[in-house]
């Protein structure tokens, strides 16, 4: 049972890994467009409308991607999450325009921060819809829409950028392109395969959908602060072209952590069904092979970074740092933990039971907030790692405690 669920899931690995590669790799070119054509503090204001947009709207999200994915038994209609959907990515966009007034003053930063925050809005709407493909099991649609937006978002982002020169008008075309995907082909995926119509948003489902998904989106918004707040506060109390700087050789660890990503996604399906069956040594099995891959990644990346780190951050951003040696190596310090603990986030909250998410991740801002407050003004980026360091092995010793409480409480039920 445990080899042909493991083939099964492979296959939707793969394809996971293609699509979420292709958007990794777009993420990579924003990062590279705005280093090479622009500067480092050019990717510094995007990297900082980045981290001051995404904890706002993932809370916002509420894991709808999750709750619709693990939502076995159709307990809420589809049609309600997507309402619940547009509603909090109206409150969402209100609460960042709000916070971006209050933060800055800067014209340039607080209409990055806008501009990011609407295409994220269409990002998480396409991310609802991954949810049902996902449940389906047809990876391949996902795939299929990743690598579209990601081809076309490169493409207008060069465009733009090279021919205006402009941040904000280069930020405006991946707004265009990321709505465009979402409306003519998510969209039209999703009623190919549902139909149109469904049930009124009603006060059960609601109280339902924010249950369970009230600790996802306080959840995310922790797991998106751990990495966000070294951002913020090396942004802040740095500046943007040292902030430009950390993005860029972050942004080679981000392709990695979507590896991780890919194969969670796809590995979620069947830890949800092993565990709800109570199938529990297929389900450790899934795990103790995720996290094992997670962390053998993030060694990897290690050593390549060791080796030739230097010369891929010059590539992006025209030079190395010009105070830290071999940066790219120090950056990618954090990786492993990182990566393991994205994993275990997979494995736990593929039980259902997602209290345990809130706290962990609670510590795990705390800690990487405290390290990062402390450290990042007298070290800079070397103090953000740290911070990355430490919250990220933290992250990793609590999820292993939880996990092994759920499961103990599980079998003694």
């Not at 705005?34 to 894991?63: D, H, K, Q």
């Not at 103090?383 to 599980?410: E, F, H, P």
Request: a positive charge; proline letters at 2%.
């Amino acid at each position: 049972m445990f080899n042909k669920s493991l083939g099964k899931t492979g296959k939707g690995a793969i394809w996971t890994l293609l699509g979420n590669g292709s958007y990794a790799l777009s993420q990579f070119f924003i990062i590279f467009a705005l280093g090479r054509i622009l500067n480092a503090e050019g990717v510094g204001v995007y990297s900082y409308a980045v981290s001051l947009a995404t904890p706002v709207l993932v809370f916002c999200n509420l894991g709808l991607r999750i709750q619709l994915m693990t939502d076995v038994k159709q307990e809420v209609p589809l049609s309600v999450y997507e309402r619940t959907r547009l509603i909090t990515s109206f409150i969402g966009m209100l609460v960042l325009m709000g916070l971006v007034v209050a933060l800055n003053d800067n014209r340039l930063v607080i209409s990055a921060v806008l501009l990011v925050g609407l295409a994220k809005t269409f990002e998480y709407q396409s991310e609802l819809f991954y949810g049902l493909f996902q449940r389906l099991y047809h990876f391949r649609v996902i795939a299929f829409s990743l690598a579209l937006k990601s081809v076309l978002v490169v493409f207008a982002i060069l465009t733009t950028v090279i021919v205006t020169g402009d941040l904000l008008a280069g930020l405006l075309a991946v707004l265009f392109v990321t709505a465009a995907v979402c409306i003519f082909y998510d969209r039209n995926r999703r009623k190919s395969l549902i139909g149109t119509g469904g049930e009124r948003l009603n006060s059960a489902s609601l109280k339902l959908i924010l249950y369970t998904g009230l600790p996802l989106g306080v959840s995310a918004l922790l797991i998106s602060l751990n990495v966000n707040i070294p951002r913020l506060i090396l942004g802040g109390y740095v500046g943007m072209s040292e902030l430009g700087y950390f993005a860029s050789a972050a942004a080679f660890v981000q392709v990695g952590s979507l590896v991780i990503i890919s194969l969670g996604q796809a590995l979620a399906p069947r830890m949800t069904v092993a565990f709800q069956a109570g199938r529990y040594a297929e389900y450790r099995k899934f795990a103790l092979a995720g996290v094992g891959f997670a962390v053998l990644t993030g060694m990897i990346g290690m050593g390549v970074a060791y080796a030739w780190g230097e010369f891929f951050l010059a590539l992006v951003v025209k030079s190395t740092h010009p105070e830290v040696q071999n940066f790219m190596f120090w950056v990618f310090l954090a990786a492993p933990f990182q990566y393991a603990m994205s994993m275990y986030g997979f494995v736990v909250s593929s039980t259902r039971r997602n209290r345990a998410l809130v706290y962990v991740n609670l510590a795990v801002s705390v800690g990487t907030a405290l390290v990062g407050w402390y450290l990042i003004p007298s070290q800079g980026s070397l103090g953000a790692v740290w911070a990355l360091v430490v919250g990220s092995m933290l992250g990793c010793a609590l999820y292993t405690i939880v996990l092994v409480k759920n499961i103990r409480d599980q079998i003694g039920s």
